[in-house]
T-cell receptor
Framework: DGGITQSPKYLFRKEGQNVTLSCEQN?????MYWYRQDPGQGLRLIYY???????QKGDIAEGYSVSREKKESFPLTVTSAQKNPTAFYLC?????????????FGPGTRLTVT | QQPVQSPQAVILREGEDAVINCSSS?????VHWYRQKHGEAPVFLMI?????EQKGHDKISASFNEKKQQSSLYLTASQLSYSGTYFC???????????????FGQGTILTVHP
């Protein structure tokens, strides 16, 4: 079955540590996205990538970094510079960047930093 | 650039109708609608493009007023399964760095009671 996988589902880290969230898709989609979800604040865009080896900052990129070395993979690193990293993180992908292409979401990773 | 949704919450009885609105201060290329159940990934409902094209589920309808940069999602004869948080996402009508950037509103919580 095609889809998006995120691992792990739950992640716990100590403050000051960097942590990398995995996102893999086998849908052959060009575009991939990372969102952060906090209660009552909807989905906020962190980074997105239209093609391999290229990515753009979203609305809340500070304290995060990404890479897009392969079409199917778009890992997100939450750095120690992110002041409030505890949140639900969702990865998504689309065939292209525009048009009638819906976005598919992964199951999410819930990160807790203490 | 985040679109604004209204209302923030809606409570219905089964069989009743509801309208959820989404507005943007910028010119839009497309509007997306998703529904999210608690703790799960958002699921695609509709896409509406500037110019009139749209794609979505048979039981869901929506409109896109290009002059006002507003979209409305119409939920008719609601069922218990309609409960969840509804998000609109927008892609701006601009090239360059806005290409493909899908930004979501804060969400509308819909609760359907028996």
């Amino acid at each position: 079955d095609g889809g998006i996988t995120q691992s792990p589902k739950y992640l716990f880290r100590k403050e000051g540590q960097n942590v990398t969230l995995s996102c893999e898709q086998n849908l052959n989609h060009d575009a991939m996205y990372w969102y952060r979800q906090d209660p009552g604040q909807g989905l906020r865009l962190i980074y997105y990538s239209q093609i391999v080896n290229d990515f753009q900052k979203g609305d809340i990129a500070e304290g995060y970094s990404v890479s897009r070395e392969k079409k199917e993979s778009f890992p997100l690193t939450v750095t120690s510079a992110q002041k409030n990293p505890t949140a639900f993180y969702l990865c998504a992908s689309r065939i292209g960047g525009r048009g009638l292409d819906e976005q598919y979401f992964g199951p999410g990773t819930r990160l807790t930093v203490t | 650039q985040q679109p604004v949704q209204s209302p923030q919450a809606v409570i219905l009885r089964e069989g009743e109708d509801a309208v959820i609105n989404c507005s943007s201060s910028k010119a839009l290329y497309s509007v997306h609608w998703y529904r999210q159940k608690h703790g799960e990934a958002p699921v695609f409902l509709m896409i509406l493009l500037k110019g009139g094209e749209q794609k979505g589920h048979d039981k869901i309808s929506a409109s896109f007023n290009e002059k006002k940069q507003q979209s409305s999602l119409y939920l008719t004869a609601s069922q218990l399964s309609y409960s969840g948080t509804y998000f609109c996402g927008t892609v701006l009508n601009a090239g360059g760095t806005s290409y493909g950037k899908l930004t979501f509103g804060q969400g509308t919580i819909l609760t359907v009671h028996p």
